[in-house]
């Protein structure tokens, strides 16, 4: 297997001193990159890394992403914690690609992801590129689909990621058409995403959308303004599962708020709107597990497009554990 899995380095746990635990950095455990883990001992995160952007590359984006967890981490740190006191975060470093061996990698991610959930954690992976559902979702399906569980998968993208992998081999723009092909009569493909930009998928995804039986709605119509018939779509798809995986890809926020990722645009959604659907998602009571994918340290001005997927992982957590 060529993939890697390097433990976290505590130096990025940094933040302004404080005699009591006031801020995130007080509060993570960096913990050695060591299957099995320990059993759960009330409610618990398990912050997971993937320093990977080889799906990227194979889809003609920019890479830059395999730093992508490294500068979550650091922006996370320094952020007022209120979450409950007794909520255990436990960071169990990277998984790396090494040698374009980006399969090997998923391999590693999904047993991690598996065994994260079994002894009851909540996962919070890091990316890395969007090539990680895949892996992410694999892991998932091999906890629920023993206990005859059925999940939906919720995509806050501009992309549909539903490209064909090229000569046999996936990317970062072929993840949920991948899951999709692996959908089984016991395990079905559920898929909503939100934010979906014309401009940014050609016709024939769309028609594959369509035949695989995706949700989507796209930016014209996934506005504040219009948060009655988001909130209805979203009670909709929960409905119809027993649990739920967010995924959120940082290019789907507005330029302005989100330059630093693999494909900007400006015509994205905006952090208010993204932000009250984790609440409403925190709140539905399935969710299982979340990723943050695609941040591009290389070309973040300010570090804002860190800091504002940081501040997306807190607001989720908030909400999920309040």
Same mark, same amino acid.
Request: charged share 20%; proline share 7%.
């Given at each position: 297997?060529?993939?890697?899995? +390097? ?5 990025l746990?940094?933040? =302004? ?7 995130? /950095?007080?509060?993570?455990s ?16 398990? *912050? +997971?890394? /993937?320093a990977?952007?080889?799906g ?5 984006? =920019?890479?830059?992403? #395999? ?30 690609? *090494? ?14 992801? /598996? ?9 919070? +992976? ?5 090539? *990680? #559902? ?8 091999? /906890? %629920? ?6 999940l ?5 993208? @501009? ?22 092909? @692996? ?8 898929? %909503?995403?939100?934010?979906i ?9 769309? @028609? ?15 506005r ?14 929960c ?6 995986? %967010? ?6 926020? &507005? @330029?302005?708020y ?47 497009? &860190?800091? *504002?997927?940081? =501040? &997306?992982?807190?607001?989720? +957590? ?5």
């Amino acid at each position: 297997m060529t993939s890697h899995h +390097l433990p976290t380095d505590p130096a990025l746990w940094t933040g =302004r001193p404080s005699e009591v635990p006031e801020y995130w /950095y007080q509060k993570v455990s960096c913990l050695p990159p060591q299957l099995p883990v320990n059993p759960s001992e009330g409610k618990s995160v398990a *912050l +997971l890394g /993937y320093a990977g952007d080889e799906g990227v590359g194979r889809n003609r984006g =920019r890479t830059g992403a #395999a730093k992508g967890p490294e500068a979550i981490r650091k922006m996370l740190a320094p952020l007022a914690y209120h979450l409950p006191e007794d909520l255990q975060i436990a960071d169990y470093g990277d998984i790396m690609t *090494l040698d374009e061996a980006m399969e090997d990698s998923h391999a590693g991610i999904s047993a991690w992801v /598996y065994k994260l959930l079994d002894v009851g954690h909540f996962p919070v +992976l890091l990316g890395g590129g969007h090539d *990680l #559902a895949l892996a992410h979702a694999q892991g998932i399906r091999e /906890y %629920l689909e023993p206990k005859n569980k059925t999940l939906g998968i919720i995509n806050l993208d @501009a992309h549909f990621d539903l490209r064909k992998p090229v000569a046999g081999k996936g990317h970062s723009g072929s993840p949920f058409f991948q899951l999709a092909e @692996a959908a089984t009569p016991k395990f079905p493909f559920h898929y %909503l995403c939100l934010g979906i930009q014309k401009a940014s998928n050609p016709p024939s995804l769309f @028609a594959t959308a369509k035949e695989m039986g995706v949700h989507w709605m796209e930016m014209d119509q996934f506005r504040l303004s219009n948060w009655g018939e988001i909130s209805s779509q979203l009670d909709q798809f929960c409905g119809k599962v027993d649990q739920l995986y %967010l995924t959120l890809d940082m290019d789907g926020f &507005a @330029a302005p708020y989100a330059l630093g990722v693999s494909a900007p645009s400006p015509m994205g959604f905006t952090p208010e709107l993204a932000f009250k659907v984790f609440d409403h998602l925190a709140l539905s009571g399935k969710l299982i597990s979340m990723d943050v994918v695609e941040l591009n340290p290389r070309f973040d001005s300010d570090h804002l497009t &860190a800091k *504002l997927a940081a =501040r &997306a992982i807190d607001a989720l +957590l908030n909400k999920l554990f309040q």
